[in-house]
């Protein structure tokens, strides 16, 4: 078997297995689906021979592909087993396009879905290679199952061949990544890496060496309910404060529209309500703390 077939091999049945993580749940992971995978992987480290296999308590799974040189660093690979919560994540089929040449990709589940250069342009840059889609009903999850497959493929690989020079390699697989809950539970300590990558996005050969700070912000407002046939000079409708609120804050600017690379921006993701209460959610996002408190402030003074 070479290295691609047991990398695809891995992806294709971790992707099969449901892990979708949920939002408002008490602990983590929040899902039982996430400790199924990570049991998998679990065993499926201790068979490969890697050392100090531990499931945590929160779920996170740990380990230790001992060195083949003494004095090198320690090096640590995270990747999160858990999938977007936008989706439906059971069942999934994954599909191999071995050989790609380049056409249209129709999705068998629900043929309205094409992958063409149109919906999918990055797909012109991989004609030749081996393509894995759905099929159309449910979402992949190669974010980020594609990381897992390949720390776990890279382990089976140094264990293998001990003529490979490295220091002590540290495996962590973390739940709950898209509920930003997974990470926190994750103890640096016990990890004792002199440095650490995490496997997820992009195209092949980018490194992203920073990332932005994020919060998240909600707003609610409280209007003042009368029945509208005696509304004159009382009623206070929720709706209409909402989108004075949004019609406040940046337009042109620090929006994700308007902005890209390092620049923050306030980003509105959900309203929800009626006249007599609305919620409101934002996403705060700036590379710098600074920025981010003005992000805040700035929803606070609208
Ligand atoms: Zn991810």
New binding site residues.
Partial sequence: MTIANQLEERFVRYAAMDSQSADGMKGTPSTKTQLELQETLTKELEDLGASDVRLTEHGIVIATVPATVEGAPTVAFLA?VDTALDYAASNVKPIVHRNYNGSPIVLPGDPVQVLDEITAPELMDRVGDTIITADGTTLLGA??KS?VAVIMTMVERLIADPSIPHGPVRICFTPD??IGTGIAKVSLEELAADVAYTL??DKLGDVTYESFSADKAVVRITGVSIHPGKAKGRLVNALTLAAKLLNLLPQHTRTPETTDGREGFIHATRMNGSSAHVELQFILRDFERDGLAAHGEALRAA
């Fill in positions: 999160h974010d980020d990381g990544e898209e997820d996005g």
